[in-house]
C-alpha cells in the first residue's frame, strides 16, 4: 500500500503545480476604455453662463521611463518642467441655470493599469463674468484604486 502511495501524492503535487502555472496573466491589465465621474464644489453657489472645465491629465513622462539619448538605462531623476502634460480626457460645460449645488462631471478617457498606478491629476476651472473664478489649488490624484469611485472635486476662489 505505502508503494502506491508515493507515486499517486508525486502525481497529485505535479498536477497541482502545474494548474497554478496555467492561471497566471502577463496581460497589462485592466480595461484601457474608462469612465471618470464626479462632482464639482465650490463652496458657494455658481450663475447661470458659468463654465465648469474639468481635465484628466497624466503627468509628464508617466507613460514610459525617461532614457537617456543612445540609452537603454532609465533616467531615475524628474523630468524637465519643459515637458508636455497629455490630456487624457475633458468635459466643458455652461451651466444654463445657476446652482448650488456640486456640479456633476463625466470623462471617458484611455489609460493603462500601469498608467492609473502612477496616478492621473484632475484640473478643475470655474469661469463666469470673463474671469477665471474657481481652480484646484491642491493635486487632485486619481488612481487605479480610486478611479472607480465618484470623485468629489473642491475647488477655491482664485485670489485677485
Do not use: W
Not at 476651472?125 to 484646484?136: A, D, E, N
Amino acid at each position: 500500500m505505502n508503494s502506491l502511495r508515493l507515486p499517486f501524492l508525486a502525481a497529485l503535487a505535479f498536477a497541482l503545480v502545474g494548474a497554478g502555472c496555467g492561471s497566471i496573466d502577463v496581460s497589462t491589465g485592466g480595461n484601457p476604455e474608462r469612465v471618470l465621474t464626479g462632482v464639482v464644489a465650490t463652496g458657494g453657489g455658481l450663475p447661470a453662463g458659468a463654465e465648469v472645465v474639468v481635465r484628466l491629465i497624466s503627468a509628464p513622462g508617466a507613460h514610459e521611463p525617461q532614457r537617456t539619448a543612445g540609452s537603454d538605462v532609465p533616467v531615475m531623476t524628474r523630468p524637465a518642467s519643459s515637458a508636455v502634460e497629455r490630456v487624457l480626457g475633458e468635459q466643458a460645460q455652461t451651466l444654463t441655470a445657476g446652482t448650488m449645488e456640486p456640479v456633476p462631471f463625466r470623462i471617458e478617457y484611455t489609460a493603462e493599469d500601469a498608467v492609473l498606478r502612477r496616478g492621473l491629476n484632475l484640473d478643475v476651472r470655474v469661469s463666469f463674468g470673463g474671469k477665471l473664478q474657481y481652480r484646484t489649488v491642491n493635486a487632485h490624484v486619481v488612481t487605479l484604486a480610486s478611479s472607480a469611485f465618484r470623485q468629489n472635486v473642491t475647488v477655491q476662489a482664485v485670489a485677485r
